[in-house]
């Protein structure tokens, strides 16, 4: 099994509710991938509530293989859910590793 973790951090001169707006969208649409995506074992979207922080959104998704995460990534509903963050994201993270 493989534990895909992404981190987004998003533009500080974006307007708060822009930010709002764009997290809560992208959530809700990689939220609801596992319906379209088989490969998906188990997938959630944490918006950071702790405004000290620099990084504002983290992905955890659980995978059989690390081929099944690349199929995912570029499945094109994945992709459709990722330019929902591409007007405010400043920058990524990611680890993928086995469990």
């Known amino acids: 099994m493989v534990k895909h973790i992404v981190l987004f951090k998003l533009k500080d001169?974006?307007?708060a509710e822009e930010?709002?707006?764009a997290m809560n969208n992208f959530k809700k649409a990689i939220e609801a991938l596992p319906s379209k995506i088989?490969?998906?074992?188990k997938i959630e979207v944490g918006l950071n509530i702790n405004p000290a922080e620099a990084w504002s959104i983290a992905l955890?998704?659980?995978?059989?293989?690390l081929?099944?995460?690349k199929a995912y990534a570029a499945h094109p509903d994945h992709v459709a859910a990722g330019k929902l963050l591409a007007n405010v994201k400043e920058?990524?993270?990611c680890v993928d590793y086995e469990f």
């Open 13 to 15: 001169e974006v307007p």
């Open 19 to 21: 930010k709002l707006a």
């Open 38 to 41: 088989a490969m998906i074992r």
């Open 60 to 65: 955890y998704s659980e995978f059989d293989t």
């Open 67 to 69: 081929d099944d995460v």
């Open 91 to 93: 920058s990524r993270a």
